[in-house]
């Protein structure tokens, strides 16, 4: 695991996401917790672009790395086993970049970011697109969820 900065904000779990056949009711505790933001799940990402003396911030810039990386035909071998941690990095970018934007699980093994009331991004499936049709790219799909920030909010507010 690699050495994290004092700066950075501690790791916070996913929920569990619905079984398929059946549903366990839970009551609610007394003190709703805040919804995750930061839940890594990306450090052999890191630590394959640090080896090749890349930095992979937190931001559009870092997506463009990654895009980078998989038009690449040497690293791409090497990213193609990374999908569901570029997901989690694509996810944890949305939540550091976009105003309320959470995780969520709604299927266990496909977490999901809200990033507005009406759109959640399946973020493995938008990682696993870019590995394996090439577009639309990590920021393609960035700039994209950006633009329905606005389209979700109800006219007149």
């Given amino acids: 695991m690699p050495d994290r900065d004092e700066t950075e904000e501690p790791l916070q779990s996913l929920p569990p996401g619905m079984a398929r056949?059946?549903?366990?009711?839970?009551?609610a505790t007394d003190k709703p917790s805040p919804p995750p933001t930061n839940v890594g799940g990306y450090d052999e990402l890191l630590n394959y672009a640090r080896g090749k003396g890349m930095?992979?911030?937190?931001?559009?810039?870092?997506?463009?790395?990654?895009?980078a990386l998989s038009e690449d035909?040497?690293?791409?071998?090497?990213v193609t086993g990374l999908t569901a941690a570029i997901g989690m990095f694509y996810g944890d970018v949305l939540t550091h970049t976009?105003?309320?934007a959470h995780w969520e699980v709604v299927e266990e093994g496909s977490p999901m970011v809200r990033i507005s009331r009406n759109t959640s991004v399946s973020v493995i499936q938008v990682a696993q697109r870019r590995l394996d049709a090439g577009l639309p790219t990590l920021v393609m799909n960035y700039d994209h969820a950006l633009d329905h920030i606005g389209r979700d909010e109800p006219k007149g507010t």
């Fill in 55 to 67: 930095a992979l911030p937190r931001s559009r810039e870092g997506l463009a790395v990654i895009d």
């Fill in 21 to 27: 056949r059946y549903t366990e009711y839970m009551p």
């Fill in 98 to 100: 976009i105003p309320g």
């Fill in 73 to 78: 035909p040497e690293a791409k071998k090497d």
